[in-house]
Structures are given as structure tokens and as C-alpha cells.
């Protein structure tokens, strides 16, 4: 008889890393209001740091500051900014610094997404992704590298794999994110010297995020459509993330900068669409029901 298939168990990084892992670090973190990032957020604060989540929503970030606070039992400041602009950036960076004294890992998470098709999507739909992913990464690298050089810190740029290679309806998702790469690749040269890592993490289907929900197809059943084919067994979890986080912003980690980290279960290999090709593309239409977006 076959071999019954189990999915890789999810192991919770406190079980594999010390809990004073960060003890006296601060992490400034955009887009850590929700979702991955604050789960990320969550990971590191748990390891013993402090953080400043950013982004736009101040009574979103209020509401998770405190839940993370609560949480961890250390101290999450919100700041409030657009990472689309760098003189909101600066404040919150100021903020950070002013309450914690220092910042020694940044992680860029704040993203846009939403499907559209390159025939219908306008000039600024492309821009603005571009705009709050690309320009959003590099303010804020602008506003925070001067700390990160002086604690010899860590960036993780939350980047995605779609862009590996061609992906309907995703034109300006994927042109911003290779630029993420490559901005993250010239700050780890560039910067290394001084003692500075940047990596980009790539996270694969990771269930319960707004990404996962309203982007991929779904079978008639509500089930994900690649949760049957990861070599996983499984769809990911935030925490999958997490754990990749506190493992790339350690001292285990001190060798690796530069680097693409893919956390998917091992799905890049294996070339599937994230929607139904070509029907998705012949007939729009035909996706419509699967997705919850303004296609
Ligand atoms: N389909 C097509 N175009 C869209 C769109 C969609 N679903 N959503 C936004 N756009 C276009 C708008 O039409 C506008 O272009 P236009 O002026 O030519 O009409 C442009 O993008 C800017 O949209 P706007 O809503 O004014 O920008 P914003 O700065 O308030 O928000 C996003 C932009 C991307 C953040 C917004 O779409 C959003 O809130 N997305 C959900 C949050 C999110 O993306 N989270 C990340 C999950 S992975």
C-alpha cells in the first residue's frame, strides 16, 4: 500500500531559537498593521525586540501595537506614514528613534495588490503599485539606513514569487516586486561593507492573509486551488514566515545577504498558474466568480 502523504509540520520558532534572541534590538516595520508582516513583527518581538509597526491606517496600527505589546510582553509603538512619502517616512523613523534609541532591523512589507488585466488596467493603477511597493522600499531604506549602518542592522524586503515568471493579470505586481529584488540586491553590495544585510523573503500561497483571499483561485468547494499540488502538503501559514524572519535577521544568518529566501513548500518548481491558463486570460469573465476583486 502507498504511503499515506503528511504534510511538514509547522514548527514554532520559540521551540528552535532563544527568547532573548533580540533582547535590546528594535524593528521598524512597514506595513505591519496586518497580515505577514504582523505576524513577522510578532516573531521578532516575541525573540525579546521592541518595534514600530508603520502605515496608514492609525487606528489599525494603534489596535495592533497593543495586541502585539500584550502579546509579547514587549513594547510595539504605532507610527503612522505612507511609505509613499519620505518626509512621513522620516517622522516615524524619528519616532522610533526618539522612543527606542536605535533601529537595527527593518523589514519593508507595506505592499498594493489587486488583478487587473494589462488591457484594462489604467496608468495610475500601474503607478500607484509601483509607487507604494518600489518608491515605498526605497524611502524607506532612505529614512532608516544611517541606524541600520550604526547597529550594523539587517533589512527583509517581503517581496513575492509571481514575478519569477509570467503572471496574468499581475503586470504591475510583478514589475514593482523584481524591482524590490534588485534594490535589495545593490543595498546588500553596496552596504555590506558596512556591516549591513538585506535579503528578500518570498513568501509562496499563505492561508488567512488578504493576499491569499482575494488573489488565487478557489474550487467551486472554497478550497485553494495550489493546496493540492504543493510539494508541502499544505497551503503556508504566517507563521512559516515568521520563522524564516527570526532566522534571517540572527547571527545564524550573518553570512547570507543578497539572497532571494523562497518559503513556499516548495511550489516554484513546480510552474503552476496561479489562475485557470488560458481560460482566465480568453475569457476574463470566467475567473470572476473564483476571485474577489475588481476584475
Ligand atoms: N482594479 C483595477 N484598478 C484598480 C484597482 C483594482 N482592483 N484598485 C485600484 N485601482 C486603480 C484605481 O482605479 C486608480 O487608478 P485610476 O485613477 O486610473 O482609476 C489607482 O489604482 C489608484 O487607486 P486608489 O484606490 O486611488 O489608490 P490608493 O492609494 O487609495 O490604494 C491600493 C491603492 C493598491 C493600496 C488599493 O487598491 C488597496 O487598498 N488594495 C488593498 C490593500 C492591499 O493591496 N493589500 C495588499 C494585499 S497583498
Known amino acids: 500500500m502507498a504511503p499515506k502523504s503528511v504534510a511538514m509540520p509547522i514548527v514554532d520558532s520559540t521551540a528552535v531559537f532563544k527568547n532573548d534572541l533580540f533582547n535590546g534590538k528594535v524593528l521598524f516595520c512597514?506595513?505591519?498593521?496586518?497580515?505577514?508582516?504582523?505576524?513577522?513583527?510578532?516573531?521578532?518581538?516575541?525573540?525579546?525586540?521592541?518595534?514600530?509597526?508603520?502605515?496608514?491606517?492609525?487606528?489599525?496600527?494603534?489596535r495592533s501595537a497593543e495586541e502585539l505589546s500584550k502579546l509579547t510582553g514587549n513594547v510595539c509603538m504605532p507610527a503612522q506614514a505612507d511609505v509613499r512619502h519620505p518626509n512621513q517616512l522620516k517622522d516615524a523613523v524619528a519616532k522610533a528613534v526618539e522612543k527606542f534609541g536605535r533601529i537595527d532591523f527593518v523589514i519593508c512589507g507595506a505592499a498594493g495588490n489587486f488583478l487587473a488585466p494589462i488591457s484594462e488596467l489604467s496608468e495610475n493603477g500601474f503607478r500607484t503599485v509601483i509607487e507604494i511597493d518600489t518608491l515605498g522600499t526605497f524611502n524607506t531604506i532612505k529614512a532608516t539606513l544611517p541606524y541600520i549602518r550604526a547597529s550594523k542592522g539587517s533589512y527583509i524586503h517581503v517581496s513575492a514569487t509571481l514575478h519569477h515568471r509570467g503572471t496574468p493579470y499581475q503586470v504591475h505586481v510583478s514589475a514593482a516586486k523584481a524591482a524590490v529584488d534588485a534594490i535589495s540586491a545593490a543595498l546588500a553590495v553596496e552596504e555590506g561593507p558596512h556591516g549591513v544585510r538585506s535579503?528578500?523573503?518570498?513568501?509562496?500561497?499563505?492561508?488567512?492573509?488578504?493576499?491569499?483571499?482575494?488573489?488565487?483561485?478557489?474550487?467551486?468547494?472554497?478550497?485553494?486551488?495550489?493546496?493540492?499540488?504543493?510539494?508541502?502538503?499544505?497551503?503556508?501559514?504566517?507563521?512559516?514566515?515568521?520563522?524564516?524572519?527570526?532566522?534571517?535577521?540572527?547571527?545564524?544568518?550573518?553570512?547570507?545577504?543578497?539572497?532571494?529566501?523562497i518559503v513556499d513548500g516548495g511550489m516554484e518548481h513546480l510552474r503552476v498558474p496561479s489562475l485557470p491558463y488560458p481560460e482566465s486570460v480568453l475569457d476574463p469573465s470566467s475567473v470572476k466568480h473564483l476571485i474577489k476583486s475588481r476584475l
Not at 505591519?32 to 496600527?61: D, Y
Not at 467551486?220 to 534571517?248: Q, S
Open 30 to 62: 512597514t506595513g505591519g498593521g496586518s497580515g505577514i508582516c504582523k505576524g513577522m513583527t510578532e516573531a521578532v518581538m516575541r525573540h525579546g525586540a521592541n518595534a514600530v509597526i508603520v502605515g496608514r491606517n492609525l487606528e489599525r496600527l494603534t
Open 199 to 261: 535579503n528578500i523573503l518570498a513568501p509562496g500561497a499563505i492561508a488567512g492573509t488578504e493576499g491569499m483571499d482575494r488573489l488565487s483561485a478557489k474550487t467551486e468547494g472554497g478550497e485553494n486551488l495550489w493546496r493540492k499540488v504543493c510539494p508541502a502538503g499544505r497551503t503556508g501559514d504566517i507563521k512559516d514566515i515568521a520563522n524564516a524572519t527570526v532566522f534571517l535577521l540572527s547571527d545564524a544568518a550573518s553570512y547570507i545577504s543578497g539572497q532571494i529566501i
